[in-house]
């Protein structure tokens, strides 16, 4: 059956299969991940209002793409204090955000109260704001550095008021690959494990991929199947998030910078192989916001949210620091030809435009 008859047919497709999609042209691929995006859910595009609090820059591990740390390429350190924390999350919660994105660096002088006493602060102060926070990536540090096992550290996350866990630290999944990114940091058994061991606790949590730096196609198609593997098992992803790699100011020597169409293409192949994973992000802080409002034509039903401040991409090069005013972001999506949602955390939808 040729891979077309096979998507019509709604056959699960295999690593040889989504490596061929790459081969078909931009448009037909578009059409094929744009009817299994309204087949689920219409012209609706969802979003959030949130903010993203980078807490700490301080980070014991070195990733060649990362241009937000702490380094020779970026010597200003800080870390906040839980009031400066509160702070940035009571200001939100008056502007209308109804989620805390945490992510930090991996910063080995602050203990675990610093990480789960920031969250407990917020939940106890604005019980009604969603923290989404700790990558697998940060759950894996704070286990090493202190001998605690995942669950502990998972069980500690959810007395602290954590709702959701983000999908940073997934970056690729193939193992030579990623050592050569980021050796030391989690691996990519450990990044599955973790979230299969939150999702096991009943909890939700989203995937992330960052690609078009020295990964290839095959790659990206492998990254994305392990994680089709784990959601069958345990269906506590919400959204898979591909990160288009930004190349400013780091140790990574990128000549190849993805094309237009080979991440729009990346975005439909998600979508298509990705039939268990409701949603599909079109992140606007990596992909440009142009190229995300057409990406929900090539499978993106989600363009994450208003994010209003962004430290790691912005870092690297994205124009996301300062986020994206609401009613911009409303009008873009309407301009563009779809309904924009805004949604809670977990896909309740709230308010449709
Ligand atoms: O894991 C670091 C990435 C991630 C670069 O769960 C880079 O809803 C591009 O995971 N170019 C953190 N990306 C951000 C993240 C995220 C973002 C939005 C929504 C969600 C969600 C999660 O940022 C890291 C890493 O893969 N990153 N450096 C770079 N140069």
Redesign the pocket.
């Known amino acids: 059956m040729d891979i077309i008859t096979k998507i019509k047919n709604k056959k699960r497709l295999n690593q040889q299969d989504g490596e061929a999609l790459y081969k078909l042209d931009l448009f037909t691929l578009g059409k094929l991940a744009d009817k299994i995006r309204v087949e689920k859910f219409g012209k609706k595009t969802y979003f959030n209002i949130n903010r993203h609090i980078n807490p700490t820059n301080i980070c014991a591990d070195i990733?060649k793409?990362?241009?937000?740390s702490a380094s020779r390429k970026n010597p200003n350190q800080y870390t906040m204090s839980h009031e400066e924390i509160l702070k940035i999350a009571e200001n939100s919660y008056k502007m209308g955000a109804k989620e805390m994105?945490i992510?930090s660096a991996h910063n080995p002088n602050d203990g675990v109260e610093w990480y789960m006493g920031a969250f407990r602060k917020i939940k106890e102060k604005f019980p009604s704001l969603h923290v989404?926070a700790m990558?697998a990536?940060e759950i894996d540090f704070l286990s090493r550095k202190y001998g605690h096992s995942y669950d502990k550290i998972l069980d500690m996350m959810i007395k602290n008021g954590v709702d959701s866990m983000?999908?940073?630290?997934?970056?690729i999944f193939d193992e030579d690959i990623r050592d050569y990114l980021c050796k030391g940091k989690v691996t990519s058994d450990q990044w599955l494990e973790i979230h299969k061991k939150w999702h096991e606790k009943g909890k939700m949590s989203?995937a992330?991929m960052?690609f078009g730096h020295i990964e290839n196609r095959g790659h990206r198609v492998d990254h994305i199947l392990r994680l089709r593997d784990l959601q069958d098992k345990t269906g506590g992803f919400n959204?898979f998030?591909p990160?288009?790699?930004?190349?400013n100011n780091?140790f990574l020597k990128v000549e190849n910078y993805p094309t237009a169409q080979e991440i729009l293409k990346t975005y439909a192949i998600s979508r298509i192989l990705l039939d268990n994973i409701p949603h599909i992000?079109a992140?606007w802080?990596?992909a440009s916001i142009n190229l995300a409002l057409v990406a929900q034509e090539f499978g993106a039903d989600d363009l994450?949210g208003t994010i209003e401040k962004e430290s790691?991409?912005s870092s690297?090069g994205?124009n996301s620091h300062n986020g994206m005013n609401q009613e911009e972001f409303i009008g873009l999506i309407k301009n563009s030809g779809f309904t924009p949602v805004q949604r809670d955390s977990l896909y309740n939808e709230l308010e449709s435009y």
């Not at 793409?65 to 937000?68: N, Q, S």
């Not at 990160?243 to 190349?247: N, T």
């Open positions: 990733c793409f990362c241009a937000y994105h992510v989404k990558t990536a983000p999908g940073g630290g997934a970056e989203n992330t960052l959204a998030i990160l288009v790699y930004q190349k780091n992000k992140y802080v990596t994450d790691i991409q690297a994205a």
